[in-house]
């Protein structure tokens, strides 16, 4: 199976710059994952979709405004994004620019509220960062750091809390898992109020998702580590979905890798936590999951492999066609998919 297989052309102008006013009033174009037939809604109908007895898996991390602009000690700009924590207050940071910021290399924030020291390198040209500051960290960064928004993202965000669901909650992503961007209160309790479960896992998004697929042969592709968290109460409700019949319907790519990753062959789930680099593709059979709610994916990337997997990469190419021609918006910001 080849990457080039999982090719669409787009036209630059569909990619979303900037989010609806209204959250639930971007489109949704739904798929039979048997027979690919397509319907054009909008995400506000969602609950038309919907039965009784289903349960929905949301992914309530929170993205972390992880972008740092500072000055290095020679007074040249800098930019600094943190990747992973790696305790004692060093983190994985990827640098700009790289060649001017080897071990050593000292960097200010703001009006010097903040600090930071470049002390070590590591495989792959990230950076380990040491940061001196006073009181919370995460207070420290909500007040100078931005969102990390997607490279294919030009324009400034207004509003940092659009790239936030309304549900987030446990602050460590590096992208929104964004397929959770169409949810308002209101909606949720809507379905909540005709008898849908609603569950949260944690799975912190890293920018690996972002990263493209270099190798030929889509098992040749290494996948990321991101770390996810099932808790006993969600490990519940999806059981008892499943033993009641439901369906469980998994909202965003990171909610189904969490639940398929830490599954039971029989399909059941336990309370569980840890790293996964769980790669679905064309021919993964599902264990749990049973539809998704996800939005439009870039060509060629693990992504589309996934909802290719599920719904068959025949049906998903042609309804990103359709999407295509009736001027759908893609990505981060844009209208979203219901596979069924």
């Avoid at 009006?111 to 040491?130: D, I, M, Q, Y």
């Avoid at 959770?180 to 609603?198: A, R, Y």
């Avoid at 060629?300 to 309804?319: K, N, Q, Y």
Wanted: glycine share 8%.
């Amino acid at each position: 199976m080849k990457t080039s297989d999982f090719y669409f052309d787009l036209p630059e102008e569909l990619i979303a710059q900037t989010p609806l006013e209204r959250r639930d009033a971007s489109r949704l174009l739904t798929l039979d994952k048997v027979t690919g037939q397509t319907q054009h809604m909008h995400f506000y109908d969602l609950p038309r979709l919907l039965r009784a007895g289903d349960c929905l898996v949301l992914n309530d991390s929170r993205v972390l405004p992880a972008r740092l602009l500072g000055h290095r000690s020679t007074g040249g700009a800098c930019e600094v994004l943190l990747l992973i924590d790696r305790g004692e207050k060093v983190w994985e940071c990827l640098v700009r620019p790289g060649k001017k910021l080897h071990t050593g290399a000292k960097i200010t924030f703001g009006n010097g509220e903040l600090t930071a020291e470049v002390v070590g390198e590591v495989e792959g040209g990230n950076r380990l960062v040491r940061f001196d500051y006073e009181g919370i960290f995460l207070e420290t960064l909500e007040k100078l750091g931005k969102m990390p928004l997607p490279p294919y993202i030009k324009e400034e965000l207004e509003d940092s809390e659009r790239y936030q669901t309304v549900y987030s909650k446990v602050v460590g992503s590096a992208a929104a898992p964004t397929a959770g961007l169409h949810f308002t209160p209101e909606l949720l309790q809507q379905v909540q109020d005709m008898g849908v479960k609603v569950c949260y896992v944690t799975l912190h998004v890293g920018l690996g998702t972002f990263r493209p697929v270099k190798a030929e042969e889509v098992t040749d592709h290494e996948m990321h580590s991101e770390y996810c968290v099932i808790s006993q109460e969600t490990a519940d409700v999806i059981n008892e979905t499943r033993a009641a019949g439901g369906r469980v319907i998994c909202v965003g790519t990171t909610s189904c890798r969490t639940i398929e990753s830490w599954a039971n062959q029989d399909g059941t789930m336990e309370a569980k936590a840890g790293w996964t680099n769980i790669f679905i593709y064309p021919g993964y059979r599902f264990k749990v999951l049973d539809g998704l709610i996800t939005n439009f994916h870039l060509p060629e990337s693990t992504l589309i492999m996934l909802v290719s997997a599920l719904a068959g990469r025949e049906h998903v190419l042609a309804a990103y066609k359709e999407a295509v021609e009736n001027r759908y918006r893609f990505f981060s910001f844009g209208d979203a998919m219901f596979i069924s």
